[in-house]
């Protein structure tokens, strides 16, 4: 196994606070799609308020998800290691990559939720699988009405295009539960002992990546950590909201929408003093779903940027990478190939 070398990144450039793009699902709906594809082209991500997803339902998820964390170690553990699904802590993925994060990665079929949740907690285990199926269900409704907008926004002929393949029963989704402890930054470590990635007060909970799915939809609490980058050593960090749901573009949407979406990468920080929580749903095709651009989407005479795959295809190269690697690229065509 490769072990990630931490760098540090205390001269990255500048990293000041941004106002995403705050979409109101309650205003009107020919406004509202035109405001969503446009921040999916000038960010990759944006905010939802006013999205229909109940209070009681993410303060359950919320409830359980701290309970979760606050277990004591060897407890959480029964529910590990990741391999993918489980709970992991410090290790992400299969290829080295570490951060201070811990997490519990779900796969969201109501069945392995039964079946996990049963290593979670002996006692309550209804309780959590019941919390997990209610918030996964809500939280795909919105992924779906947002996806629909979106198809009506592009004016693309078949406006379910991309909602249908959330909606099948054999959708790929999965929801990561992330845990992030507060860390001071010790400065008597600066000699060079304390060698974990850091900017100023903070650490690195999860590394720079793009999300390989096709949309995720992330809740945190009032903790902020979250950042974006919009160039290259440039980060902006997001403002916590735990009303609205921080919506951003993955590799899936920027291949399907040939590259017109951005799927922009972020990162989390932890806080010196409190907790980050955090929930993210990444709606994913079924694996068998042939991902290629949207024909209305590929201008006449060219063929699409990037070559069609499946997402069993597309899952297994993530996998086979590390957590800041470049996956799309893997099959982006040549220059030469896309002029007919
Ligand atoms: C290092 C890795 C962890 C990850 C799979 C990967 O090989 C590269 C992508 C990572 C990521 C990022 C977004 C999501 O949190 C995630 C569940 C996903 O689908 O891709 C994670 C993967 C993981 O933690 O298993
Ligand atoms: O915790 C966060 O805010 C970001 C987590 C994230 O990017 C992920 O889980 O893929
Ligand atoms: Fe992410």
Same mark, same amino acid.
């Given at each position: 196994?490769?072990?990630?070398?931490?760098?540090?990144?205390?001269?990255?450039?500048?990293?000041? #606070?941004?106002?995403?793009?705050?979409?109101?699902?309650?205003?009107?709906?020919?406004?509202?799609?035109?405001?969503?594809? *446009?921040?999916?082209?000038?960010? !990759?991500?944006?905010?939802?308020?006013?999205? !229909?997803?109940?209070?009681?339902?993410?303060?359950?998820?919320?409830?359980?998800?701290?309970?979760?964390?606050?277990?004591?170690?060897?407890?959480?553990?029964?529910?590990?290691?990741?391999?993918?699904?489980?709970?992991?802590?410090?290790?992400?993925?299969?290829?080295? @990559?570490?951060?201070?994060?811990?997490?519990?990665?779900?796969?969201?079929?109501?069945?392995?939720?039964? *079946?996990?949740?049963?290593?979670?907690?002996? &006692?309550?285990?209804?309780?959590?699988?019941?919390?997990?199926?209610?918030?996964?269900?809500?939280?795909?409704?919105?992924?779906?009405?947002?996806?629909?907008?979106?198809?009506?926004?592009?004016?693309?002929? #078949?406006?379910? =295009?991309?909602?249908?393949?959330?909606? #099948?029963? &054999?959708? &790929?989704?999965?929801?990561?539960?992330?845990?992030?402890?507060?860390?001071?930054?010790?400065?008597?470590?600066? !000699?060079?002992? @304390?060698?974990?990635?850091?900017?100023?007060?903070?650490?690195?909970?999860?590394?720079?990546?793009?999300?390989?799915?096709?949309?995720?939809?992330?809740?945190?609490?009032?903790?902020?950590?979250? *950042?974006?980058?919009?160039? &290259?050593?440039?980060?902006?960090? =997001?403002?916590?909201?735990?009303?609205?749901?921080?919506?951003?573009?993955?590799?899936?949407?920027?291949?399907?929408?040939?590259?017109?979406?951005?799927?922009?990468?972020?990162?989390?920080?932890?806080?010196?003093?409190?907790?980050?929580?955090?929930?993210?749903?990444?709606?994913?095709?079924?694996?068998?779903?042939?991902?290629?651009?949207?024909? @209305?989407?590929?201008?006449? *005479?060219?063929?699409?940027?990037?070559?069609?795959?499946?997402?069993?295809?597309?899952?297994?190269?993530?996998?086979?990478?590390?957590?800041?690697?470049?996956?799309?690229?893997?099959?982006?065509?040549?220059?030469?190939?896309?002029?007919?």
């Amino acid at each position: 196994m490769v072990v990630a070398s931490p760098t540090p990144i205390r001269d990255e450039k500048i990293v000041s #606070d941004i106002d995403l793009p705050i979409i109101d699902l309650s205003a009107e709906r020919s406004t509202v799609t035109k405001l969503i594809v *446009q921040a999916c082209e000038d960010y !990759g991500f944006f905010k939802v308020i006013n999205h !229909g997803v109940t209070k009681d339902t993410i303060a359950n998820m919320e409830d359980q998800s701290l309970s979760f964390f606050a277990k004591p170690m060897a407890e959480k553990q029964r529910a590990g290691p990741a391999n993918p699904f489980g709970y992991g802590c410090k290790n992400i993925g299969f290829s080295g @990559d570490m951060g201070e994060v811990e997490y519990l990665l779900l796969n969201t079929s109501p069945l392995t939720i039964a *079946q996990i949740s049963k290593t979670i907690s002996n &006692d309550s285990s209804k309780i959590f699988s019941c919390a997990v199926d209610a918030y996964t269900e809500a939280v795909r409704e919105l992924a779906c009405e947002l996806l629909e907008l979106i198809g009506e926004g592009l004016r693309v002929p #078949d406006t379910s =295009v991309f909602s249908k393949l959330i909606r #099948d029963v &054999d959708s &790929d989704a999965v929801l990561r539960l992330n845990h992030y402890p507060p860390i001071m930054h010790n400065k008597d470590c600066e !000699g060079g002992r @304390d060698t974990s990635p850091s900017y100023n007060h903070s650490k690195v909970g999860f590394g720079e990546h793009s999300d390989p799915q096709i949309l995720t939809i992330l809740r945190s609490n009032d903790v902020g950590g979250l *950042q974006i980058s919009v160039e &290259d050593g440039v980060w902006i960090a =997001v403002t916590p909201d735990p009303t609205a749901f921080c919506v951003n573009v993955g590799d899936m949407f920027q291949a399907m929408t040939n590259g017109r979406f951005v799927s922009v990468r972020h990162r989390a920080l932890t806080n010196s003093y409190k907790s980050r929580m955090s929930m993210a749903y990444f709606c994913a095709p079924p694996l068998n779903a042939k991902i290629s651009a949207v024909p @209305d989407l590929v201008a006449p *005479q060219r063929l699409s940027l990037y070559k069609p795959f499946t997402w069993a295809e597309y899952k297994k190269a993530t996998y086979s990478l590390r957590l800041g690697d470049s996956r799309l690229e893997l099959f982006r065509r040549g220059d030469e190939e896309i002029a007919l």
